[in-house]
């Protein structure tokens, strides 16, 4: 995050990392939904979060939605496994990914998400 916003103001453009984590999640919620209004019958979306109170809005959307009948979730493997499960359990697809590479590569990747 830090390289992000030091590229950004080092080559004059505006910082891609939000202030905070509200911020965050009001963004991902925002896109999430149009997203959602906005699938056609063949399309496809992989919903990739952790974050519970996203889940449960794509849920609440992908249920209003019925041209969102091929949605998966998924999660990084090890996080949010009871989100994972209980998604599982009402009949949504769900995933879990594993990053794999060299260390010096996948550690920074993995600490971002701890």
């Avoid at 991902?28 to 449960?56: C, Q």
């Avoid at 939605?65 to 697809?93: C, H, M, R, Y």
Wanted: hydrophobic share 30%; glycine share 8%.
């Amino acid at each position: 995050m830090n390289e992000e916003r030091n590229l950004a103001k080092e080559k004059g453009y505006e910082s891609p990392i939000h202030e905070n984590i509200e911020e965050t999640h009001n963004c991902y919620n925002t896109n999430l939904k149009l997203l959602v209004s906005n699938l056609r019958p063949k399309d496809r979306l992989f919903i990739g979060s952790h974050n519970l109170e996203s889940v449960e809005l794509a849920k609440k959307l992908i249920k209003e939605n019925p041209a969102t009948l091929k949605v998966t979730f998924g999660q990084l493997k090890g996080f949010s496994d009871q989100i994972t499960g209980s998604l599982a359990n009402e009949g949504f697809s769900v995933a879990k990914y594993l990053p794999y590479g060299p260390t010096d590569t996948v550690m920074p990747y993995l600490v971002r998400r701890g």
